[in-house]
Every structure is written in structure tokens, then in C-alpha cells.
């Protein structure tokens, strides 16, 4: 019984920090209410340099790259509770961001739809709510 009970204790041990860890994985830092009533959130959690080379092209014409980046997730909140999650890269010194992904949720946290990403950079607009996730990102 002892022999079971010692073999037993380090898996309850090894998936109770595993699903602490999950429950950590995510931090919605609160940022920014939109004129539309739109809630902005960053997940610091998920913020990472990242260093090599990126290239971006930009709408309208033209290109670039950059030797450093910063990559993030965020999101937007609707009135209706439903959600879109985005992952972009931040070119910080740039002041420009290239979306790479986007999940669309219900309310109810239920997965809808990933809508099309363009994955051309765009600059970031001073004094609105997504400047000021991207000033978060990149601070």
C-alpha cells in the first residue's frame, strides 16, 4: 500500500501545478472603453520579445523589416459580451502593428469563427484605445 500511496502522491503533485499553471496562463490587464462602448484588454502574460528578422509590407504600397519585435494577444469586448482575441506583433519603434491572428468568441467564451487575417502593418492612430494597448505592449 505504501509503494501505491508513493507512486500516487507525485502525480496528484505533478497535475495540480499543472493546472495552476494553466489557470495562470492568462491575465486580461484591463486598458482602455472605445466611443463604441468597446472594452480593450492585453494579456500581459502573453508578451514576449522577440528578436530576428520580421518583414511587414504596408497598405498602400511599401515594405520593411525590423530586427526586434514585440508579440502580444489582446482583445476587444463588444456591449453583447462577445469577443475577438488578436495576436499582433508591435514594432514598437516603429510606432506600427501587424495583426497575425484573430479568434472571434461568443459571450459565452463558445469559439465562432477566425476571421481572415491581412497581415499588412498598419500605424498606430495617437489618442485612441488601441494606442494605448499598444503603448502597454510596448512600455
Not at 3 to 30: C, E, R, T, V
Not at 35 to 54: A, C, P, Q, W
Not at 92 to 109: E, F, N, Q
Amino acid at each position: 500500500m505504501n509503494k501505491f500511496l508513493s507512486l500516487l502522491i507525485p502525480i496528484f503533485i505533478f497535475l495540480g501545478s499543472m493546472s495552476s499553471n494553466a489557470a495562470q496562463a492568462d491575465n486580461w490587464a484591463y486598458v482602455s472603453e472605445s466611443t463604441d462602448n468597446s472594452l480593450y484588454y492585453v494579456n500581459t502574460h502573453s508578451i514576449k520579445n522577440r528578436y530576428g528578422m520580421e518583414f511587414y509590407m504596408v497598405e498602400g504600397g511599401g515594405a520593411g523589416s525590423s530586427k526586434e519585435h514585440t508579440e502580444a494577444w489582446w482583445k476587444v469586448v463588444d456591449e453583447d459580451g462577445s469577443y475577438i482575441q488578436i495576436k499582433s506583433n508591435f514594432f514598437c519603434s516603429l510606432d506600427i502593428v501587424k495583426d497575425t491572428s484573430r479568434v472571434r468568441y461568443s459571450a459565452a467564451g463558445i469559439y465562432i469563427n477566425s476571421p481572415r487575417v491581412d497581415h499588412y502593418a498598419s500605424s498606430v492612430i495617437p489618442n485612441t484605445s488601441f494606442s494605448r494597448v499598444f503603448n502597454l505592449v510596448c512600455s
